[in-house]
């Protein structure tokens, strides 16, 4: 899987949007973005996936450059319950189950939403 | 979401003594699952992929005969730490998937081992 860099941390004003970058230069053309958060002292809360398209739901946005070599995760009103770990991870999607589908967590970023 | 079920959430143990560790996909059948530890201010760290009716695999460097993993059925993995020691000491999560693409893991609350 490819590697993913992050900054190590990151402040956000509350109520501000909160852009993290992630760059992946090395993605292939089967791997996609994943995002997760790790919220202190918990397990790891899934945020959104996207391959080549900009992707929405109800927790943020992902915006994937045109080459694919890195992508942007975007809180549009950060609050203080979003101060977590934010990790980037590219994999690919693969029915075969297993190992194949493992998550490799790197150090992400360290966001900290500011009253 | 679909749910991931931890037990327990937190254990103390004496040093020498094995500890087991539960892990549940309340809602959903899972043939995979992941356990991960993670040391204070460190990342996850993938140990291995526990397999539904077929032998764990073990990440490179994790022992497979101290931390055993049992996945019996299709909601229940267990992971055993045997003869545990103070290094042992740590955060341990598991995650499993309602689908079999993995797009979106679901990650138990996690147990916090202390070895004393």
């Known amino acids: 899987d490819a590697k993913t860099t992050q900054p190590p941390s990151m402040d956000c004003a509350e109520g501000r949007a909160a852009n993290l970058p992630c760059n992946h230069s090395?993605?292939?053309?089967?791997?996609?973005v994943y995002w997760y958060r790790q919220i202190h002292s918990q397990g790891p809360q899934y945020i959104i996936h996207?391959?080549?398209n900009n992707e929405t739901n109800e927790m943020a946005s992902l915006i994937i450059t045109e080459d694919r070599k890195s992508s942007t995760l975007i809180l549009p009103h950060a609050t203080l319950r979003d101060t977590a770990v934010y990790y980037c991870?590219?994999?690919?999607?693969?029915?075969?189950?297993?190992?194949?589908?493992?998550?490799?967590f790197g150090t992400g970023t360290l966001l900290a939403v500011q009253p | 979401g679909a749910v991931v079920s931890q037990h327990p959430s937190r254990v103390i143990c004496k040093s020498g003594t094995s500890v087991k560790i539960e892990c549940r996909s309340l809602?959903?059948?899972?043939?995979?699952m992941f356990w991960y530890r993670q040391f204070p201010k460190q990342s996850l760290m993938l140990m291995a992929t526990?397999?539904?009716?077929?032998?764990?695999?073990?990440e490179q460097g994790v022992e497979k005969d101290k931390f055993l993993i049992n996945h019996a059925s299709l909601t229940l993995s267990t992971l055993t730490v045997t003869s545990a020691h103070p290094e042992d000491s740590s955060f341990y999560i598991c995650?499993?998937?309602?689908?079999?693409?993995?797009?979106?893991?679901?990650f138990g609350q996690g147990t916090r081992l202390t070895v004393v």
């Open positions: 995650s499993a998937s309602p689908n079999p693409f993995f797009t979106e893991a679901f």
């Open positions: 090395t993605i292939s053309g089967n791997e996609y």
């Open positions: 996207g391959l080549k």
């Open positions: 991870i590219v994999r690919v999607a693969t029915p075969e189950g297993g190992a194949t589908n493992k998550l490799i």
């Open positions: 809602d959903f059948q899972a043939t995979t």
């Open positions: 526990s397999n539904e009716g077929s032998k764990a695999t073990y």
